[in-house]
């Protein structure tokens, strides 16, 4: 089902009426009507129907609320010297770190002093559809010199983050961490420090929207794909243009891990928790002790390799669901996925690197213990043995006896097709089921995703977590599906609403690779 503005930008992009009809192309759905293929109205669970508050109120409750005020608008960004103007929820490259803990109620007020309209997506969280911050399907974006707030139960322990899902609002400075703590967490951590990744482009001689008309014209400017409301399209200059030209032609990378090609953008920079390597955010702890490092993979469109010199990783969750833990020298991070990883501290400094996967670029900053001198110079680049060494994959991870979803005939059983239309930049989910993923309360739901494309794909599920059957019903929000290969998730429908599906390659997305999970009563 295809949203009016979604059916435009295809049109343009060379895909016309028999093409999508062809390709089964699915789009942002607006609900209303019935699916592709069913005979008859369909009577579509929406964001403001009672039955998005009740399945809210049988979640466990502290009785607590985090109140926090996140003002998202213009400010110069220091980057290791180099001052860029940016979007942002504060002063910084990265927003400020949210945190409560697990069974509190998250009131959030965000005020819009932007000019293009805007919203936040809290991603990962199993949260009341109404505050998804998915316009215009789950609310209306908050419009400049608006406001809105955001108010839900976060009942679910683990790692988070929020971030715009406006437009390509978030490959600027528009994300930051949302940690939600566990009472009964059992990991024995002595401290506990967020690491969040990121690839910057936003005011380095040129902008994200530059980026998006480099890769193709007929989507450039805010809400061009009708997923995010973001209001008229942004001006692109030409010297902006010519900056993301280069960007995108400078070859794609190519990682065996991940199937081949990485990515189309040669991003210039990467940061961790907003300081890029020269000018590192440092982690202290005390020689000895057990760090919780909660890492966030807020990049749009860059898969990262972690590791620390001189230290072993445990992994011991994923995207805020435990896992049986697994020891390694390195983990493999895509966008939009979470690692916890607890390191026993070694006493000295000790590089921290995210190297890009396939292709040249790293972030970097400093683990150092609390009796050691700074490192002389904290930039050692993007190499250092461990990166090389062991690593652990998504697919070796198995799910905490806790974490498992129980064993359930699906009810439903779809497949989509991840493809790519010809050699354009244009990006879709499709097949017989596309466009027609209606599921009712109480189901088990299995989709698997055929990967026909040169390129992996991110996928993510809004308000549901989900299991992967492949790798023993390992628990995640998003999973890397790799070209040429097919991968079956497994959820339970148990938030009604309707909730988007989509890959979380910032740019994929816009170009059109998404689809919306409806609920049906």
């Not at 059992?186 to 929207?209: K, N």
């Not at 002389?376 to 990166?387: C, Q, T």
Request: hydrophobic fraction near 40%; proline fraction near 6%.
């Amino acid at each position: 089902m295809l949203g009016r503005r979604r059916f435009l930008s295809l049109a343009t992009a060379g895909v016309g009426l028999a093409g999508i009809g062809a390709l089964g192309v699915t789009g942002c759905s607006t609900s209303t009507g019935a699916a592709s293929g069913s005979a008859g109205k369909l009577d579509y669970v929406k964001a403001t129907d009672p039955e998005v508050a009740a399945a809210e109120a049988a979640r466990a409750s502290s009785g607590r609320t985090a109140d926090y005020a996140l003002a998202a608008g213009f400010a110069a960004v220091d980057l290791g010297g180099r001052l860029v103007n940016t979007w942002t929820y504060g002063t910084g490259a990265v927003a400020p770190e949210l945190r409560l803990s697990a069974g509190d109620t998250l009131r959030a007020s965000v005020t819009n002093a932007l000019a293009s309209d805007t919203s936040i997506h809290w991603h990962g969280i199993r949260i009341r559809n109404d505050m998804d911050g998915v316009p215009p399907v789950t609310q209306e974006a908050i419009a400049p010199g608006a406001a809105f707030e955001y108010s839900f139960v976060a009942s679910d322990p683990g790692t988070y983050w929020y971030h715009s899902h406006s437009g390509l609002q978030a490959d600027r400075g528009l994300f930051g961490a949302l940690i939600v703590e566990d009472p009964s967490d059992s990991t024995d951590a002595d401290a506990d420090a967020v690491i969040v990744l990121d690839d910057w482009v936003d005011g380095l001689g040129t902008t994200p929207d530059a980026v998006m008309a480099a890769l193709n014209p007929d989507l450039h400017g805010g809400g061009h794909a009708g997923h995010g409301g973001a209001g008229a399209p942004v001006p692109v200059g030409a010297d902006e243009a010519t900056v993301a030209a280069s960007l995108t032609s400078a070859g794609h990378g190519d990682s065996d891990v991940l199937g081949g090609m990485t990515q189309h953008i040669a991003y210039p920079l990467h940061l961790i928790n907003g300081r890029p390597p020269n000018d590192p955010a440092v982690v202290e702890a005390a020689p000895g002790s057990r760090l919780r490092l909660r890492i966030v993979n807020a990049g749009a469109e860059t898969p990262y390799r972690f590791a620390i010199a001189g230290h072993r990783l445990t992994i011991v969750a994923v995207d805020g669901y435990d896992v049986e833990p697994v020891d390694t020298d390195a983990v493999l991070i895509g966008m939009a996925q979470r690692y916890d990883v607890l390191v026993t501290v070694v006493s000295g400094a000790w590089p921290m690197v995210a190297a890009v996967e396939g292709r040249p670029g790293y972030a970097s900053t400093v683990l150092r213990s609390t009796d050691a001198a700074p490192l002389r110079d904290p930039d050692v680049g993007g190499s250092i043995p461990e990166l090389d060494r062991e690593l652990v994959l998504e697919s070796s991870l198995r799910p905490a006896e806790k974490t498992k979803l129980d064993t359930r005939t699906p009810d439903r059983d779809y497949s989509v097709d991840l493809l790519q239309a010809g050699d354009r930049y244009v990006w879709a989910m499709a097949g017989a089921d596309a466009g027609k993923l209606v599921v009712k309360q109480g189901e088990r739901v299995r989709i698997t995703m055929n990967n026909t494309s040169t390129m992996w794909h991110p996928m993510h599920t809004h308000g549901h977590t989900f299991a992967v059957p492949e790798y023993g019903g390992l628990r995640r929000d998003t999973v890397n599906v790799l070209p040429g290969t097919s991968l079956a998730i497994e959820f339970d429908a148990d938030n009604p609403g309707e909730w988007m599906f989509h890959c979380h390659n910032a740019y994929h997305f816009e170009a059109g690779m998404t689809a919306n999970l409806m609920y049906v009563r």
